[in-house]
């Protein structure tokens, strides 16, 4: 009988699967599924999973060879996290062993074992009870032995108090005077008492307890409505049902201070999941969750991945938030694929938001989530008062108007805080000559360069190109290089010269490179008046409660984007950052600077809130037959040249014509799917290369993806794909 191969998913960017022979000596069997294996590719060497134990009809076929090694002692990826990850393999259209290399953590796609996490302590033994004071005064063994005596300690903690603890505790070891015990977890006990729920928070938290099983809830409420009360509440019930809890927060939401809100009020250890982390980090809070110890899991992005062997609640925080989208590799949606994942857990999933995403409004329309509302501000807070400035033929200074300034020169002078809010980094968008008209633009993207540094340096805020800003104009000679408009920095030099009795510090991302760095900041401003001047990093996450005037500069250019998404990112941005203001006792206030004071967008906003504003935003889209009434893929391509990057796409477009046109006809009349011409990115021209992109839209799901699975190979095999870098973006968010 013929050998059985294993059918293996690998981490290389074709659209199949590869079959080895067993490693030598070794009968494959079915219990191989899941398992990580070691085998020859090219003249590399590969770590993929086991997708599938096949028997050969006749003889294996010739030239196969065989894998290296199996890794895994039992199935490492399996259940529940490894089918829905097939699920995404399957509706982003990409490679299996692409899905699975982007979902484990680095050292466990490269093969490592999963990390130990078993935390481990020392004590002494009853002989180095009795005989330590024979240990030489003063040396790290003796300290250490004395430490001990007082009974047994963590290695963390002898780490954090001693260098080269190792070493010492080994001498101890050897002469039989120190034993190694595994640690017994005892879980940190909850310090914070939670606050009596208000009804509304009552009625959402009895709703989440009361589901069995899958459900998917959107909590939409204000901010500072109590929404992370509702989710602790729901989280503690999850908890006391042995279960385990997964939360995703979006990239700038997860601070030191959220986690230990977490921490002080479920009495649980959280498992925080982050950028920040190094790789061997993140593979211990992979592994804890997969063994079941991690019961808490709080991460961005990424988090998503996380095995839940015992799940029971999945919760979504600010669901509409544009990094849970993942923009290159592996284009998955985290909130999706939550979605997905709460379903074939059976589990509640719980989207919050003050602002939600009109696709999840449209869910709630449709029946499909369960709406939950909190309609006021928790505690005593009162909702701030928005107030639109017309700043047409004003004079402004660094883009602020003179009543702006005067409202801040009240505030700090009544002890308040202020936040002024600028989507745009830097000193000045653009460098301009005022004699000829010449700006400065980056090399690589045709795009204008930002000034820094007051002017001295220019930074490409789409490639990373920095240069030294010229000393005259390299058109006319001039030395009237002006920079144009206005960015955080501008701002901030602005208002540090006019209020210089009080600390005016700038937080964006070029002031907090560390995930800590801001906490550092705020720290240092703590309660006392100042002025804040930032970014979106500052719309959410830091409690700033003495936050009583919030400022927003620079709102017109989202008016008037052609994006079709602006509006409703505009909306979104533009009341959570109102939201930072009056979170306690003292009334908050917001002013929004315009030049389009009569928008009805700004006036649905003040007028009936966020859900007047979706409300005939909905409408529009559903008008001009956009998401969330149609589907979107887009394929992108890039190239050294535009005509290349375009006759990809041309090509791919017959390739999904001809696909299109094999359909059967009752699915292709009553489910039609648009191709759209090839056309230039928004952005046609990045980091040096030309890119290009194809729209396909669709009123239904089904008949885009089988397109796309009819088509995609035939593409992949197109002269053309291999002169043009290329990808494909199911749901796009970002159409460019
Ligand atoms: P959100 O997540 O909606 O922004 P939070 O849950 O952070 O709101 O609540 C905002 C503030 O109100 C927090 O300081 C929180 O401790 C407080 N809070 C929440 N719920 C209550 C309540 N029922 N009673 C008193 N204070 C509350
Ligand atoms: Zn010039
Ligand atoms: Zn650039």
Known sequence: MPPALLRVALPVPLPRMFDYLPPPERMPASD???????????????????????????????????????????????????????????????????????????????????????????????????????????????????????????????????????????????????????????????????????????????????????????????????????????????????????????????????????????????????????????ARVWAAARRGEARVIVGTRSAVFTPLPEAGLIVIDEEHDGSYKQQDGIRYHARDFALVRGKALAVPVVMGSATPSLESLHNVRQGRYRHLRLRMRAGDALPPRVRILDVRKRPLQAGLAPETLDAIGRAVATGGQVLVFKNRRGYAPVLMCHDCGWNAQCPRCDTPLTVHDNGRRLLCHHCGHRQQAPEACPDCESLALQPQGVGTERLEELLARHFDTVPVLRIDRGTTQRRDGLAKLLDRIGEQPGILVGTQILAKGHDLPNLTLVVVVGIDEGLFSSDFRAHEKLAQQLLQVAGRAGRSQRPGEVWWQTHHPDHPLLHQLIGGGYPAFAGSELAQRQAAGFPPFSHLALLRAEARDMDTAQAFLRAARQALETSLASMPAGCRDENPVTIYDPIPAPMPKRAGLYRAQLLLSAAQRPPLHSLLDMALLPIHALPQARKARWSLDIDPVDLY
């Open 32 to 282: 191989d599924i899941g398992r990580r294996v070691r085998v020859p590719f090219g003249t590399r060497e590969l770590v993929g999973i086991v997708m599938d134990v096949v028997s050969p009809v006749s003889d294996a076929p010739p030239g196969l060879r065989p894998a290296l090694e199996i890794l895994d002692a039992a199935p490492l990826l399996d259940g529940e996290l490894a089918e829905s990850l097939q699920w995404l393999a399957r509706y982003t259209h990409e490679p299996p062993g692409e899905v699975f290399a982007t979902a484990l953590p680095t050292s466990i796609r490269h093969g490592d074992a999963l990390p130990d996490t078993q935390a481990w302590s020392w004590q002494l033994t009853a002989e180095g009870a009795a005989r330590r004071a024979q240990l030489r005064q003063g040396s790290r063994p003796c300290q250490i032995a004395e430490w001990l005596a007082a009974g047994p300690a963590a290695e963390d903690t002898l780490a954090a108090r001693m260098e080269k603890w190792r070493e010492a505790v080994r001498g101890l070891h050897k002469r039989g005077f120190a034993e190694r015990v595994a640690t017994v977890a005892t879980a940190p006990s909850a310090t914070a008492a939670a606050p009596l729920l208000n009804p509304e928070q009552q009625t959402a938290v009895d709703a989440l307890v009361a589901t069995d099983g899958f459900a998917p809830f959107l909590l939409e409420g204000i901010t500072g409505s109590g929404k992370t009360e509702v989710y602790l509440h729901a989280i503690a019930h999850c908890l006391a049902r042995g279960r385990q809890a997964l939360v995703l927060v979006p990239e700038i939401g997860l601070t030191p201070q959220m986690l230990a809100r977490f921490r002080t009020r479920l009495g649980a250890t959280v498992h925080a999941l982050h950028s920040g982390l190094n790789d061997a980090e993140r």
